[in-house]
């Protein structure tokens, strides 16, 4: 049963407090009240807070979504530039979260902070849903005294970074759609159709066009064996899967998907968009260079790109400025490695790479969008020529089994 500390005034006008166990709050009001006592403040005790704290984490431990954190974060902006207290703001958004598992962990920030811990102290307890960056912008932001400003800016980032993952979903959608069809159709063709027409050719018991012993061969294979075709992509799926977490194979991979022709440009494009756009955003938030540096390596999505960035901070660590070794590292353009340059130089460094990570975005967005106009007909034409395959082998005994009857 949870247990309240309060807060109150005795029927003989002295000042009490204490704690009382009671299955809601209302219900230790009432109890208060009978024993004449005038709550003037009360509170969920600090040992059942925790408790629930456990409980709430347990049962919602699924990762927020950037949409509804970054609703959730302009939402407190507005409210404490609206004049409103930060416990006051938690207890709003709190009341009004409607995702179980972001209303959960900010539930659990408000009562950390009740308890008089900071906000970015609060986040930390509930890394889940705040990020490492999410955490060290709003500590920069309370350090500096500008935290609704801070949060804004964070919002604006996280609203990026959702209409950037919306647009490259939706270049994907349609040729997933197709790709998704085409296979459901093979299913069928290979599972409920040829098996039939492998009967009636058998019954035939004549020489038959190499074409179709090709075809017939692979649905004898796929009709016999299939289970073994799963058990064997299945397994290779989890052997691969063991293997890039590894540190040497994520390194393999994340190096071999960066020499892929047209596509490796564009998975570097990605990645130093993201650099770019976070480090700006946590300079320009306040974040020390080091600290920002040490963050967007975590969340550039490739190892190698992560690693150079890790010898730039070290350099940068010695007096370097951040363009010269990104400049060695080869693996940031020279257009990125120039503007960098350009920004530290002039002060601006911040704005500079926001500009950088707008300009890639929309690069990558035009690139992306040709890339799928162009893989649309080269499935259609795929399935094309496997629909046509399966159709020439079936008609050509039947066409030859007619000229024997004439």
Do not use: C, H
């Amino acid at each position: 049963m949870p247990v309240y500390e309060y807060k109150g005034v005795s029927a003989s006008g002295k000042k009490v407090s204490g704690v009382q166990d009671g299955e809601s709050l209302k219900s230790v009001k009432t109890k208060l009240k009978k024993e004449g006592v005038i709550v003037l403040e009360i509170q969920e005790g600090s040992s059942a807070r925790a408790a629930r704290r456990d409980t709430v984490n347990f049962t919602f431990g699924a990762r927020v979504r950037l949409g509804d954190l970054a609703n959730a974060t302009r939402q407190l902006a507005t409210l404490l530039s609206s004049g409103l207290p930060l416990m006051d703001s938690l207890s709003v958004l709190v009341e009004q979260e409607e995702v179980a598992a972001l209303k959960s962990a900010l539930s659990s920030v408000r009562d950390s902070v009740r308890e008089g811990a900071s906000l970015a102290d609060a986040l930390k307890e509930n890394p889940k849903a705040f990020s490492q960056l999410y955490i060290n912008m709003v500590s920069a932001g309370e350090a500096s005294g500008t935290l609704e400003i801070t949060l804004d800016r964070l919002a604006d980032f996280l609203d990026e970074q959702v209409r950037f993952r919306g647009r490259i979903s939706a270049a994907l959608a349609y040729p997933a759609f197709m790709m998704v069809i085409g296979v459901g159709m093979l299913f069928f063709i290979f599972s409920f159709v040829m098996p039939r027409i492998v009967g009636m050719f058998e019954d035939m018991k004549q020489q038959l066009p190499f074409i179709t012993v090709m075809l017939l061969a692979v649905v004898r294979f796929l009709s016999s064996f299939w289970w073994a075709l799963l058990l064997a992509i299945a397994g290779g799926a989890y052997y691969f899967r063991r293997y890039a977490r590894t540190q040497a194979g994520r390194e393999k991979i994340d190096a071999r998907l960066l020499r892929l022709p047209v596509f490796g440009n564009l998975i570097r494009m990605i990645a130093v968009s993201r650099f770019t756009r976070t480090l700006g955003t946590l300079l320009q938030s306040g974040v020390p260079t080091l600290a920002a540096l040490d963050i967007v390596k975590s969340i550039v999505g490739n190892t190698v790109l992560a690693n150079a960035v890790q010898k730039a901070r070290e350099n940068v660590r010695e007096g370097e400025p951040i363009a010269d070794p990104l400049r060695r590292s080869g693996l940031f353009p020279p257009v990125v490695v120039q503007m960098v340059a350009v920004g530290e130089k002039s002060g601006e460094l911040e704005k500079m790479l926001l500009k950088i990570s707008d300009s890639f975005d929309r690069t990558v967005e035009t690139r992306l969008t040709g890339l799928m106009a162009l893989l649309e007909p080269v499935i259609i034409l795929a399935m094309g020529l496997i629909i046509g395959f399966v159709v020439i082998a079936i008609m050509l005994p039947m066409l030859e089994m007619s000229s024997g009857v004439r």
